[in-house]
């Protein structure tokens, strides 16, 4: 008998990654788009467009589940508000389950990425697990007693606004807080500290880099990282930290068993994670702290496309 298919979408923040899943989560067509700028109705079309492309390469899927980078409400599957795309307050269930034809689930974006991990990555055999997605910003979602927990609405898991510094810098986006966690160790803030880095000693490669107007960003400083160069360490390092201090709180108040970290980020892996547990090691309660391993995810990126498909395969989980 043919594996069961669905289509997985995880619509992130700068970018739109899917593909046809089967039950097995082995990804039989992927398809990428970028949004540079669209506003919702191109965002919305740019969604259906690709919902549409994959589902031409393998015809015959069930349904089609999304992972969004939105506060979404659980019984009516709307996007209430969304931190950096342009897709607040759509009814984005009804609305592509009417345009695409098709049974639709949608949760955000991390809720999702967990799910992939705890079912069949990183996390699997755990019933306690948090994860954060480094990215544009930061995204968290979490599984209590082998389930997800999505809070009163579906809102939960928000982790990238757990606020570290209280006087600390603005949260970019519509997000009103000051000195969030996704300020100081997000995938954008590791290029944030690295351009401060470069403008300090213009002499350093990363210096000559933005001498030259080149745009530094995370993916370059880890890239430079893996080389050697010893200031694209630090900066990696001085980011881990901060993420080790996010992390204290979340070990401590909520006892996991397996932290998640996920996101474009973890290309840095041990370069950013090492810190980040040493941090956890030193300042969290201890039984927490012994209690809990930091892990990266399994799926790299693809975590939040295979959860969409997780939860299409379930049926809403
Ligand atoms: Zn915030």
Redo the contacts with the bound molecule.
């Keep these: 008998m043919p594996s069961r298919r669905v289509i997985g979408i995880d619509a992130g923040g700068t970018k739109l990654l899917g593909g046809v899943v089967d039950g097995e989560l082995a990804v039989h067509h992927r398809v990428h788009r970028f949004w540079r700028g669209a506003d919702r109705r191109e965002t919305l079309d740019i969604v259906a467009e690709a919902v549409e492309e994959v589902r031409a390469a393998a015809p015959g899927v069930e349904a089609v589940g999304f992972g969004l980078p939105s506060l979404v409400d659980r019984e009516t599957g709307t996007s209430v508000w969304s931190n950096h795309l342009p897709i607040e307050n759509v009814q984005f269930r009804d609305l592509m389950s009417e345009r695409l034809g098709l049974p639709v689930y949608v949760d955000n974006d991390v809720n999702t990425a967990v799910m992939a991990e705890h079912r069949h990555g990183a996390a699997r055999g755990a019933d306690h697990v948090v994860m954060l997605a480094l990215g544009t910003g930061i995204g968290g979602g979490l599984v209590f007693d082998g389930r997800p927990y999505r809070g009163a609405r579906g809102f939960a898991g928000e982790l990238?606004?757990l606020v570290v510094d209280h006087e600390g810098e603005e949260?970019p986006g519509a997000?009103p807080?000051r000195g969030?966690l996704?300020v100081l160790a997000s995938g954008t803030a590791i290029g944030v500290a690295a351009e401060r880095a470069a403008a300090a000693t213009p002499t350093s490669t990363l210096g000559r880099r933005r001498a030259q107007g080149g745009e530094i960003t995370g993916g370059l400083v880890t890239e430079l990282a893996h080389d050697g160069d010893e200031q694209a360490r630090g900066v990696l390092a001085e980011v881990g930290r901060r993420l080790g201090a996010g992390l204290t709180g979340i070990v401590n108040a909520l006892n996991p068993e397996v932290v998640v970290i996920g996101g474009g980020a973890v290309a840095a892996g041990d370069l950013l994670l090492d810190c980040a547990r040493e941090v956890v090691r030193e300042r969290a309660l201890p039984p927490c702290a012994d209690a809990v391993r930091i892990v990266p995810a399994r799926f790299g990126e693809e975590s939040g496309m295979l959860g969409a498909a997780v939860l299409a395969l379930e049926g809403g989980a």
């Design positions: 990238g606004h949260c997000c807080g969030c996704e």
